[in-house]
């Protein structure tokens, strides 16, 4: 009998479908539904999860990394996960290296205190590596102990890194390290040291030299005994340079009184130049060490700090703020983040270049799904790629004079071609797809006409509508009779065209998708600007002014594909049962 079943089936088994395995032919029909249904439940799992019906964009660790805070440092935990829930600050625990290259950069200078060295930045923007790096150390006393490095925070938001140091006691050291802009050759290492105890702490500061520079000379610097590394460097691309590294530091020993803080700082300068005689070579070590002692002796006594984080803010004064949700394919809130910092630290400004016109910027696509223009780097080398791809795409994209301009501008730049806001003849259109994106964005801080615009998106799936608001900050110094007054209407200028408050107070207009897509929104200084690109839509899309409604699909074609598409698995499913189940009645009836 068991030799009749083989044969049966063995005489089946060139009909089937698939070449099955001899158990699960042999295997009972209960058993045979269960595997089917088994498939069809993890069929339908991965074409619903394709769909991207979820709600939440993915989960940050950062989170994870505050639930675990020093306790020693809880003055700075508001500020720290502040920087946190904003998306402006990437934070490790121990001395470890960070996830992501912590860098401090003006376009002349770097420093990458965790992952390399020293580097100075050429005219191109490529990194010449010095092989030199300074890391400071802190001791208590007359050395018998050490304070250690605990938690370190990239911060985004004014172009640092903080390092946090933390003894015995609580006795805590703030290391804040950034690239100056107001003397472009100088690395600050600002120390901030607090003592909660009740009796004073003396502090001593060491600075750690892991030097390749053969060269060392002493210099004075302003009454402080210093030393000057240089040697000769050679670039990436074969070129020869003479380089020098100097440093001074304003307190050996600080004394930190008994609950208060003291402070003290670390200065770096680093200069080069470069060299095509080789036989000039002394004079010109020689140079650059008494340039480097000059800019030491220039930054000692100014306020490094404040004017560095007065500059940041100005930068920061406009950006971008965002909540994909489902929208799996725009950038990630901290990639867009760590992109703009990265490319602001590597970018070179132009002195005397404030000004930039902005007609015609940016008239590309929008940059927000595009992965490869939005993301992290490894090294200075990679950094210099990724500013030399995005030199090209503002410039491809009608930006070139913000790639020759300052910080500011090319900041504007780059927000610009996120959402792809194009200022041409007849005003700003914000030519952003509703069908390719879903989520919230805003971004604050655009220039236009002297005044400053403030833009929110909300598009929702699977409509793709939504609104977008605006609000204007006109300028106050103006007159009530001379101030700017910035237009706006909807995306095809439908509705009536109405001017943006001066009291601040923001003005909304629908998004509805549009056949062929038009830009969601129209803002101009003149209402003629505004008739005239209503004129324009009318002329070169033929859009009917009375319905922004993409022609709808009529629900009987709707029914007669759910139909097809239900028939269709039916008899897939009526096929494979029906093959299983008369296997195994013949099966049964031998």
Known sequence: RIQILFEEVECRMPNLP????????????RTRRLILAFFVVIFFVIYLRSLGFRTEPESSKQPDILRKFPMCLEPYQAEITRLVRDVDGVVTLGSRKPDLLAMVGNGHVTATPYHGDHAILLENGAPLDLNHNIRMKFVMGGGEATLSPVLSVLNLRKGQIDVFHVGENCITVRETIFASHSHESVIAHYVTLRNPTTSKKVITIKAGIESHLDNTQTISVNGKSSNVHSDLVHAGNGESYVAAVGYVLSHKAVEVPAKKTASANLL???????????????????????EVAGSLADALGADLLAAHTESWRAIRSSGLQLRPLQDHLMAKP????MTLYYVL??????PGSEMASHEGCFKGSPTSHSPVLWTSAKSLDALHHFLVTWR???????????????????????LRSFVGLLQNENGLALALNPHSMEGYVTIFGMEYENSRLNISIVINTPAHAGYVSVKAEYPASSSSS??????????????????????GSEITFPIKPTNPSTPILYLAKSTQQLVMVRQLLEEHHGLDLHSLEEHPISALFIILVSVVIVAFHVLLFHMIYKEFCSGERTMRRA
């Not at 901290?334 to 983040?337: C, D, F, T």
């Open 345 to 350: 630290s590597m970018f070179r400004p132009v």
């Open 268 to 290: 770096v300068s680093l200069h080069s130049s470069p060299l095509t005689d080789v036989g000039e070579r002394s004079e010109r070590l020689k140079a650059v060490s008494s």
């Open 392 to 414: 090209n795409e503002l410039n491809f994209g009608g930006c070139g004079e913000f790639i020759h301009s300052s910080r500011r501008n090319f900041n504007q730049a780059l």
């Open 18 to 29: 698939l070449r099955l395995d001899m158990a699960m032919v042999l295997a009972p029909t």
């Open 482 to 503: 001379s101030s700017p007054v910035i237009y706006g209407c909807d995306q095809i200028c439908a509705s009536s065209i109405v001017p943006l408050p001066a009291s």
């Open 334 to 337: 901290l990639s867009i983040n």
